[in-house]
């Protein structure tokens, strides 16, 4: 993460598919060659090639005629900001609207390459809400539209302390803490990230979502810098960063 700072490139959404499958084989199998790319897709062989090709001179895959196929740190970086649009669309469409999962996955792919900055935020904004926030609140909705949490133009409500950050919850007895609150081989799942402006959209980008599990792995001497896995990747974050994380025990 760190020093990735670079603004995502203007993709067609059939490449950011590619990226996508790439991804998800390499995490799921180990691998990726152009025949599960394409069983993957449901194309035929001849049609993923040309993609592949287009991607690799875009720097963003690693890719040698009839071998197998690698992600650059570049294209990594494009395919888990897609992801994350994908998995927090299918979220909102199954978990808050109810949909059949493959239905919800449909809605997602389909909206995910279009969903802005602004738009990815607003729904991650909900889920923190969701985590943040007791429950069995009633007008729960009308809650959301006015929590900080969700605008940051508005008084922090009694939840939330002036800093931003929740509160102590005495229905659970758990305190947040942030991933520096982990040591190596410890479980937190992430509650809310606290960051603004591009740096939060590039821990959003990176999958860093509610309710995802983080492990830390690592951290450096001086403790600068550090090393969280995530659904199979590693993912280097800057000290600063990983304040703006808070999570809960796993």
Same mark, same amino acid.
């Given at each position: 993460?760190?020093?990735?700072?670079?603004?995502?490139? /203007?993709? %067609?959404?059939?490449?950011?598919?590619?990226?996508? /499958?790439?991804?998800?084989?390499?995490?799921?199998?180990?691998?990726?060659?152009?025949?599960?790319?394409?069983?993957?897709?449901?194309?035929?062989?001849?049609?993923?090639? =040309?993609?592949?090709?287009?991607?690799?001179?875009?720097?963003?895959?690693?890719?040698?005629?009839?071998?197998?196929?690698?992600? %650059?740190?570049?294209?990594?970086?494009?395919?888990?900001?897609?992801?994350?649009?994908? #998995?927090?669309?299918?979220?909102?469409?199954?978990?808050?609207? +109810?949909?059949?999962?493959?239905?919800?996955?449909?809605?997602?792919?389909?909206?995910?390459?279009?969903?802005?900055? #602004?738009?990815?935020?607003?729904?991650?904004?909900?889920?923190?809400?969701?985590?943040?926030?007791?429950?069995?609140?009633?007008?729960?909705?009308?809650?959301?539209?006015?929590?900080?949490?969700?605008?940051?133009?508005?008084?922090?409500?009694?939840?939330?302390?002036?800093?931003?950050?929740?509160?102590?919850? +005495?229905?659970?007895?758990?305190? =947040?803490?942030?991933?520096?609150?982990?040591?190596?081989?410890?479980?937190?799942?992430?509650?809310?990230?606290?960051?603004?402006?591009?740096?939060?959209? +590039?821990?959003? #980008?990176?999958?860093?979502? =509610?309710?995802?599990?983080?492990?830390?792995?690592?951290? /450096?001497?001086?403790? #600068?810098?550090?090393?969280?896995?995530?659904?199979?990747?590693?993912?280097?974050?800057?000290?600063?960063?990983?304040? /703006?994380?808070?999570?809960?025990?796993?």
């Amino acid at each position: 993460m760190a020093g990735a700072e670079s603004i995502p490139l /203007t993709l %067609t959404g059939a490449l950011e598919d590619y990226l996508e /499958t790439i991804l998800l084989l390499v995490r799921d199998q180990g691998f990726a060659r152009v025949r599960d790319i394409a069983k993957a897709r449901n194309v035929k062989s001849s049609s993923v090639t =040309p993609a592949l090709r287009r991607l690799d001179e875009l720097g963003l895959v690693k890719y040698v005629q009839r071998e197998y196929v690698g992600l %650059t740190a570049a294209g990594e970086q494009q395919a888990r900001r897609v992801l994350a649009r994908h #998995d927090i669309l299918c979220r909102f469409f199954k978990e808050i609207l +109810q949909m059949p999962s493959a239905a919800a996955s449909r809605e997602a792919c389909a909206i995910e390459h279009s969903l802005s900055t #602004d738009g990815m935020d607003r729904l991650v904004r909900f889920f923190e809400f969701m985590c943040v926030c007791p429950e069995n609140q009633r007008e729960w909705l009308e809650r959301f539209h006015s929590c900080a949490l969700v605008q940051e133009d508005v008084p922090m409500c009694e939840h939330i302390n002036s800093d931003g950050n929740s509160v102590h919850n +005495q229905s659970t007895g758990t305190t =947040p803490m942030t991933v520096l609150s982990l040591k190596p081989g410890q479980e937190g799942k992430v509650r809310q990230v606290r960051a603004r402006g591009s740096v939060r959209q +590039q821990l959003l #980008d990176m999958g860093l979502l =509610p309710q995802v599990v983080i492990r830390m792995e690592r951290v /450096t001497p001086t403790g #600068d810098r550090l090393w969280i896995s995530l659904e199979g990747s590693s993912i280097e974050l800057r000290r600063k960063e990983a304040e /703006t994380v808070l999570i809960a025990e796993g």
